[in-house]
């Protein structure tokens, strides 16, 4: 049974050290991109970046619960909803500055969470999928239930973020840049986290819950946490909506079932699992759809559909997934090849 | 193994604050230069209310040129209320029209739409690519009032005009600190008052109860049924509320019919209307009913039971479209030619045309094509009759007054022909001037 | 005072749904004993360790180092140490070999864990090897291999083995309990094994307990098992119908020797 270290085992060793220096080398170059865009394109750009930044956020916690915990969640919406209401009215009805704001727009979402995660210990797969639905069709419905305070279907206004005057920036540079900043720190500790003990425990309790519990795993406290978490992740990700938009209603989409199944589809189309995933993801569906429809309204819904079909059927794993692993393939080769050469050379006299 | 994690996770973080750094070194955006002004040779001399260094990043004449006016406008085009950007269809229409004799001066006017689906913040996207992409001159139509809200601010700083857009329930401190936004339709308030003063005054009603649709639309309205009721002895004896959401009206009716009034004013919008028309007449109550023109709608009208809604009265700018008018033939004409998948019994694509001709008339007697020019014409229309709105409906605004068209024809429904009728006595209500008395 | 037996099952009755599959099961186990469970297919065997586990719906005594289990949770009774390598496998298959053994050992630091892995690399080296593989993408046998690898990271003062040898050649299967023989003599660490391949288990075991319709026997010593030609008929010698007096002295033989290596840890 013992076999000795031979040359074909190292290679995948060296391999996958080189793929991680190029992923880490691709992902900073990506943070350096991402970092000057507002200094070159115009506000409205900026501002339409700024919102794929800003739908990331709630993406990166389903994806938390859904793509590591394979507990799928319909009502993401509600909880980016939930931190847009607590900013906007701070902001509008109770003289706060937006940052002031953050704790209680990340912890109220939180708090929801944590309560819509009891539930899915028991209600299961598809049925838990369908009470959060009902949840996020629900509530615009209490959005203007309690119009008095949310304003409704005709909105509440609120003065949008503000950059430091000795920043010398116009405002959507701003909050781009805010929200890049936060994307990144949420970004960073959520992938910590699904590196860590709490991501392997997801994950294998997706696989296999009653294994993971003879393991030790709390299955209900881990669901529930993740929850709670990936519930803050959209309340934060609310939070710098309004702060950066300056208008919150009943009728804004991702407040609205729509804007559930967008952040589902952004997870799925980046790669559900994926640390990247959402990012990639929220790019393609906050952006694509518009390029779409500036070629043709008409067209642009059948020929989205036609494509999102597409990436799920051809890659599972979404996009990132899939050039994870067209990667994998492609370093894979090149340092076989590497060490064949290093061999043969060895060889020689 | 966990030293090296830590250290790359610092990594992204130092790019974040270099970023920031490097932003502080670059600093803001410049704006872009100042253009000249474009002479307009139709212009009419008009009181400078926005004068350009009241403006922040001014840019005076962008979308012009000798030949094209551009206009950008966002609206629903696709989703559950898609219905509501059939106006925009109308508008369109009748700058097609308009252009084929010769445009404004020789400019022909470029209508650049966008699909917002009825939401504030895609509104916003769509307005910004609008100025900044296409490079429009003004915006024109927002069906939204969240949608206009979203993005007036920042237009009103860079005096950018926002035309015959929806702003109905605004405030007049609102309205004033926007004077860039010209109201599309009669505000809500205006409304409110036409339709209950016609109850009290030229009815004789005295006892009138009213219900209204939860939020600032509602509001708005029962602020002006409240002062017409007022000013004409009447009482009003019972006001109920009810959400979009509610499944029915039946406890607030039952509130209502209680009271003993004689007279009903319905506030509300969309399929909610002819549920409240149902639930009356089902209660056995027969008020006198009048509606806003959200009710209107023949559509919506239909969907009630015919009993329920013979009779009802409402109100309208925009006159009601016959055979024999000229006008109507050539909207019907245009619409068909324009816009051919478009219903053109849609009072919305009436009112949109009749809206773009208001956008015309500014345009035209603008002394200069500026942006400050425009927005001074816009608030300097002195009595302007445009021929889609009712005879005798004129176009006027002024410094305080941001809301052209604050006249109403009060109308009947012919529940068995499926139309309306203009009544044939003291039929227009002119409000012109009163907006501020509403608050 | 007598210290108590690491693990005592009393009138434990066990069962899916309404229908009923253990009947007042009896069953002691002692620190650093290896004990067998033998029975037909359909027995009950997995069951019970599921009902140890705290997985299946369970009524009766259980005690744990003289403790109740009545109350722990599936999770919790792995923080005491109890260790289930399930029948058939049911590794992780979306997390990497290395990932499926840091979740084994998700009850300890993770330090602590990291620094365990090497022993079980060291002692499967075909684990070691294959450490950044996915689970799901490994052979029948390897992942065998990391089920036990991964209970054992737990550090556990119990494991439970439910047919350990499923699936895996003949000589694995041998070298698999030549080092589960090893772990009990240099650690003394306490085994429930349900196994098929009974010689090589009572190869191991200090004593024996046989299932039957969800009933238990009383347990049998290794000189039970030896003199009771039934029962080597029926759990020794199925696969041997034909060479029965090889097998014999077979079991016999390794029964021996490993019964004096215990004896002497
Ligand atoms: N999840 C389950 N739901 C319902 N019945 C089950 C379930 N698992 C097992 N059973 C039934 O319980 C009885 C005992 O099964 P168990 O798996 O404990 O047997 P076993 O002794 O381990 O058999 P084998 O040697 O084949 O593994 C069988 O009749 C089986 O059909
Ligand atoms: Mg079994």
Redesign the pocket.
């Known amino acids: 049974m013992t076999m000795p270290l031979s040359a074909p085992a190292v290679a995948p060793v060296v391999a996958a050290r080189t793929r991680v220096r190029i992923g880490y080398l691709l992902v900073l170059a990506a943070i350096l991109a991402a970092a000057v865009v507002p200094f070159l394109a115009p506000p409205y750009v900026v501002q339409n970046y700024t919102r794929v930044l800003i739908v990331a956020l709630p993406t990166v916690g389903l994806n938390l619960l859904t793509g590591y915990g394979g507990v799928i969640s319909l009502g993401q919406s509600v909880f980016f909803g939930l931190g847009a209401y607590v900013t906007a009215i701070l902001v509008a009805d109770h003289g706060w500055a937006w940052w002031q704001t953050l704790p209680l727009a990340v912890a109220l979402p939180l708090a929801a969470g944590v309560l819509i995660g009891i539930p899915s210990l028991r209600i299961r797969g598809v049925y838990f999928a369908i009470v959060t639905l009902v949840l996020a069709a629900w509530f615009p419905n209490v959005i203007q239930r309690f119009n008095e305070t949310t304003g409704g279907n005709q909105g509440k206004s609120l003065t949008v973020m503000q950059a430091p005057g000795w920043l010398g920036l116009a405002q959507d540079q701003y909050g781009y840049l805010v929200s890049l900043c936060f994307l990144l720190l949420v970004l960073l500790l959520l992938r910590n986290l699904a590196r860590g003990r709490t991501g392997r425990a997801l994950t294998a309790m997706r696989d296999n819950e009653v294994a993971a519990a003879t393991q030790g795993v709390d299955v209900a406290r881990t669901k529930i946490y993740v929850s709670g978490l990936s519930a803050a992740a959209a309340g934060l990700g609310g939070c710098l909506y309004a702060a950066t938009q300056g208008i919150v209603s009943s009728e804004t989409a991702y407040f609205t079932v729509v804007g559930a199944i967008e952040f589902l589809a952004a997870m799925v189309i980046g790669g559900a699992g994926t640390v990247l995933g959402p990012i990639v993801g929220a790019l393609v569906t906050e952006r694509l759809p518009v390029l779409l429809s500036d070629v043709d309204p008409q067209l642009a819904v059948a020929a989205y559909g036609v494509l999102l079909i597409v990436v799920v059927r051809v890659m599972p794993a979404g996009l990132v997934g899939f050039a994870t692993t067209l990667a994998r393939r492609l370093t894979a080769r090149v340092t076989q090849h590497h060490t064949t050469v290093n061999a043969r050379n060895e060889g020689k006299p | 193994m966990s030293r090296r994690n830590s250290n790359r996770q610092l990594v992204p973080l130092t790019w974040c604050l270099a970023g920031l750094l490097l932003v502080a070194a670059c600093g803001g955006r410049g704006s872009d230069a100042d253009t000249g002004g474009v002479k307009n040779d139709s212009g009419v001399k008009v009181a400078q209310v926005v004068k350009k260094d009241d403006c922040t990043g001014y840019q005076a004449s962008p979308g012009i040129s000798d030949d094209e006016i551009k206009l950008g406008s966002s609206y629903p085009d696709s989703g559950p209320l898609a219905s509501i950007g059939e106006t925009n269809k109308g508008m369109e229409s009748y700058f097609k029209h308009l252009n084929e004799s010769g445009g404004i001066n020789g400019r022909k006017i470029t209508l650049i739409g966008k699909d917002d689906q009825y939401d504030p913040t895609k509104a916003s996207a769509n307005v910004n690519e609008l100025l900044q992409k296409d490079r429009v001159f003004a915006i024109v139509g927002v069906q939204s009032t969240t949608g206009t809200m979203a993005v007036w601010d920042q237009l009103a700083r860079e005096c950018v005009p926002i035309l015959e857009s929806t702003i109905s329930s605004a405030t007049r401190d609102q309205r004033a600190a926007h004077r860039n936004a010209i109201d599309g339709l009669v505000p809500y308030a205006s409304e409110g008052y036409a339709l209950a003063g016609y109850l009290t005054k030229t009815l004789g009603e005295k006892k009138v109860a009213v219900i209204t649709q939860d939020g600032s639309f509602g509001d708005a309205a029962a602020r002006g049924v409240e002062r017409a009721i007022e000013e004409n002895g009447g009482k009003l004896v019972a006001h109920e509320s009810f959400q979009v959401t509610d499944p029915t009206v039946r406890s607030q009716v039952t509130t209502l019919k209680a009271s003993g009034a004689d007279a009903l004013v319905v506030i509300a919008a969309g399929t909610k209307c002819p549920q409240i028309f149902d639930t009356v007449a089902a209660s056995g109550w027969k008020p006198t009913i009048a509606t806003t023109f959200t009710c209107s709608n023949t559509t919506l009208m239909g969907l009630a039971k015919p009993a329920s809604t013979d009779g009802i009265i409402s109100d309208g700018w925009v006159r009601v479209r016959t055979a024999d008018d000229p006008e109507s033939k050539t909207f019907l004409d245009a619409v068909k030619k324009y816009a051919p998948g478009v219903n053109a019994s849609s009072e919305n694509v009436a009112i949109g045309w009749a809206q773009g001709q208001i956008v015309a008339a500014i345009l035209e007697r603008a002394t200069e094509l500026t942006r400050v020019g425009v927005i001074n014409s816009a608030l300097g229309l002195d009595g302007v009759a445009v021929p889609m709105a009712v005879d005798g409906v004129k176009a006027s605004t002024s410094a305080d007054d941001s809301a052209p068209i604050e006249s109403v024809q009060i109308r009947t429904f012919d529940s068995a022909a499926g139309a309306w009728t203009p009544v044939t006595t003291d039929a227009l209500v002119d409000m012109t001037g009163k907006l501020g008395d509403f608050e | 005072m007598t210290a108590h037996p690491l693990l005592e099952v009393r009138e434990l009755s066990a069962?899916?749904?309404s229908?009923t599959?253990l009947r007042d099961v009896e069953l002691r186990i002692d620190a650093g004993e290896v004990v067998v469970l033998l029975?037909?297919?359909?027995?009950?065997?997995?069951?019970?360790l599921?009902a140890l586990t705290g997985s299946v719906r369970a009524h009766g005594d259980l005690r744990f180092a003289g403790a109740s289990l009545a109350r722990t949770t599936t999770d919790g009774r792995a923080r005491l140490g109890i260790a289930h390598v399930p029948?058939g496998r049911g590794t992780f298959t979306d997390l990497t070999v290395e990932e499926n053994l840091l979740v084994g050992g998700y009850t300890r630091r993770d330090r602590e864990a990291r620094a365990d892995l090497d022993r079980w690399y060291d002692f499967f080296p075909r684990l070691g090897e294959r450490r950044h593989q996915l689970a799901g993408s490994m052979s029948g046998g390897e992942q065998q291999m990391l089920a036990v690898a991964r209970a054992l990271m737990l550090r556990p003062r119990l494991l439970l083995l439910?047919?350990p040898s499923l699936g895996l050649a003949p000589v694995v299967t041998q070298a698999l309990f030549r080092q589960l023989g090893r772990l009990s003599t240099e650690t003394a660490l306490t085994m429930l094994v349900?196994e098929?391949a009974a010689h090589l288990a009572l190869g191991i075991a200090s004593r024996a307990y046989t299932?039957t319709h969800?009933t238990i026997s009383a347990p049998l010593s290794p000189q039970d098992l030896a003199d009771q030609e039934e029962l080597r008929r029926v759990y020794l010698g199925a696969a041997h119908a034909a060479g029965q007096a090889q097998t014999t002295t077979k079991g016999r033989t390794a029964w021996t020797s490993s019964s004096n290596g215990s004896s002497t840890a």
């Open positions: 069962g899916y749904g229908t599959v029975g037909p297919n359909g027995a009950g065997k997995t069951t019970l599921r029948q439910d047919e349900v098929q299932l969800g």
